[in-house]
């Protein structure tokens, strides 16, 4: 992924948490093979996500190696949107994933889970 793709991605990540107690983590990973649910996990755990006081924090991994990715959201994000928003936001990253336009996936997941986090986890004054 290029710059301009890596920035694009930025911007969305800054304007999906602006207003909101929530945070999103996108990791790229290079691995031509792996678990990416499990490494989602991990990558979580490892930059502390889980120790967000609102447990409101969401992972999207994506080895593009593997043409593998996931994403994942803490207790109380998950709490509020359910195992059927992931599912769908799964496949409507899908489409994407498969014509090789990773950035517009990761992008497209970003400001869904932007929507929710303004949702359920607007910024304190």
């Keep these: 992924m290029n710059r301009l793709a890596h920035a694009r991605i930025e911007r969305a990540i800054r304007s999906a948490e602006t207003g909101t107690t929530g945070h999103i983590v996108v990791r790229i990973v290079p691995d031509a093979q792996v678990d990416a649910f499990s490494r989602a996990r991990d990558e979580f755990e490892?930059?502390?996500?889980?120790?967000?006081?609102?447990?409101?924090?969401?992972?999207?991994?994506?080895a593009p190696a593997a043409k593998r990715f996931a994403v994942l959201g803490?207790?109380?994000?998950?709490?509020?949107?359910?195992?059927?928003?992931?599912?769908?936001?799964?496949?409507?990253?899908?489409?994407?994933?498969?014509?090789?336009?990773?950035?517009?996936?990761?992008?497209h997941a970003v400001d869904r889970i932007g929507r929710e986090l303004h949702a359920h986890f607007p910024a304190r004054a």
């Design 74 to 107: 803490d207790r109380e994000l998950h709490a509020r949107v359910g195992d059927a928003f992931w599912e769908r936001l799964v496949g409507e990253m899908q489409p994407a994933f498969a014509s090789g336009k990773v950035a517009d996936a990761i992008v």
């Design 46 to 62: 490892r930059a502390g996500l889980h120790a967000a006081r609102e447990r409101n924090a969401a992972m999207i991994l994506v």
